[in-house]
């Protein structure tokens, strides 16, 4: 069964594995199995090991705790255990085994076992156990049951008792009845979070009076972080304790104080930090640490510009300076690089901290006006979009009425002979109307609601089918189109709005990109979202275009109307897709992303435009 899969196909991963590979028969116990590795760290030779049992090689001292494991392991199916075995030269190493009982045709049952040398490991703590042995400090070691499986000779110094005593002693009853209930539920806290445990109680000495003694410990787990015991550091602090008690009688009130105002700063909503005469961070509350993503440690000690956004660095240092002059700048903002890179725009008010009547610092509260800042950008351009649609569904028809007469009486003329000589004329005419015309056309989809036909299909289809026109439209212009789709699920997408928007974009970025250059359209997903990305060689996009992008009439195109990105816009609402533009000298990335989750069970839905 697992014997024959390790010498079938398998065979290199046994043969070449760092690691014994051994199997026995579940009946007998004997070897059927034996990995080359056997003779790398035992010495054995595989033939020398098939036939033998699988405590042979055992150390006699661990017997009894790796029969227990063995028998415990067959029960649940698996299990662990670290034990010596002895080598062909009659030495012994240590070794952890981890053991699978393994199942096969007609409940036929193999133990495979996987051992690996920790030789080095338990040398290594015997060693430790040495220096132990000579600390001042008392030591004591309790394995998974409470079972204590080493006490430093220190301990006798420390509380009088001999080492066979404590043995017999160890449990609570050395324990102030008052600090017993305090000092189970640490170490319970601490087997269960297998955190590191600090805590001070009273303890009886040998002549029957009570010390302080403050215990630091550690919970001790194995590689699959199970526990396997608890090791406890112990000290004299008994004098420290009755130094600590008066003066914690005089510090009561100053502690409750500081508590308060600890308290009431970490639970402000605003950002609350101060800094030095050196710009160097001295304090930042609970809510500047979330909100920018570093720890207190991250943060402490570093100038506040490491945090600055670097266009705002010189006027937040000239606004600096003068507040340790004395003079207030009143309220002002600024950009805030978090740990993730995110921008966060806030609102600043600070004051000067005075040290006997000197300026030494300067505390400083800051609101994050991020979103409430993008809030208003989109608020208003929506404003702009609905005073545009209000326009267009009041006039479009009125205009189009006379428009299309005189486009029709425009079109007789060019068939008259007598206007020969005027055609280039007339057809300039027509041509502007059926631009005015289109314009027209995009108020209207943006100023009607729109039902959007939403259908599970694939994106990349609806992009390869559109390549052809826009290869068409790339080779008139001089460009080339590169398509990169990787496999992603299938969306709910109202195709021909999706043509369009695909349309657009990439017209948009044939029009930036120059002659001869690159546009690519790319596909992929990412967690739950699936990304569609129109990147161009542009210059792009100015920051004072990029800001008010999609509001009709705003273009970085010299004769743009800016309704093409609007319309884009409006078809990536209706789809609850989210974007996400990147520009810089060397071009612009166009992203729209579609939630595939949210979309699942959206059926014909109603969009405002």
Known sequence: MLKDILQGDYSLIAEYSTEIVDIFDRENLKCIYASPANQRILGYKPEELLGRMCMELVHPDDMEHVCRELQEGIARGNGKAELRERKKDGSYIWVEVQGYLITGYNDY?????????????????????????????????????????????????????TSQELKQRIKLELVHPEDRSQLVQVVKEEIKNQSFMRVEFRCCHASGHYIWVEAIGNTLVDSNKRVKGIILAFRDIDARKQAEQRIQENESKLKDQYNYLNTLINNMNEFCYTYDKDFNLTFVNQKAIIGTGYSKEEMLGRPIFDFIHPDDRENVHHIAKERFQNIDPGRYEHRLICKNGHELLVRVKGAPIYNHGEITGMVVLSDDITEYTKMQVEMARLDQMHMVGEIAAGIAHEIRNPMTTVKGFLQLLLRDDDFSGKREYLEIMIEELNRANAIIGEFLSMARNKKVDLKSC????????????????????????????????????????????????????????????MVEIKTWQENDMVNLAVKDKGEGIPDEVLEKLGTPFVSGKENGTGLGLAVCFGIIERHKATTDIKTSSSGTVFTVKFNCSSMKDEPEILFPA
């Open 458 to 517: 694939q994106l990349n289809q609806v992009i390869r089918a559109m390549a052809p026109l826009l290869q068409a439209d790339a080779l008139l212009a001089d460009r080339t189109i590169i398509l990169k789709l990787d496999d992603i699920p299938e969306l709910l997408l109202d195709v021909k709005e999706i043509r369009q928007l695909i349309m657009n974009l990439v017209r948009n970025a044939l029009e930036a990109t120059p002659r001869g250059g």
């Open 109 to 161: 049952q193999e133990i495979l076992l996987i051992s690996r040398d920790i030789n080095d490991r338990k040398t290594a703590e015997n060693t430790l156990r040495e220096i132990t042995d000579n600390m001042l400090d008392g030591i004591v070691l309790f394995n998974k049951a409470g079972v204590v499986e080493y006490i430093s000779p220190s301990c006798e110094d420390l509380l009088g008792y």
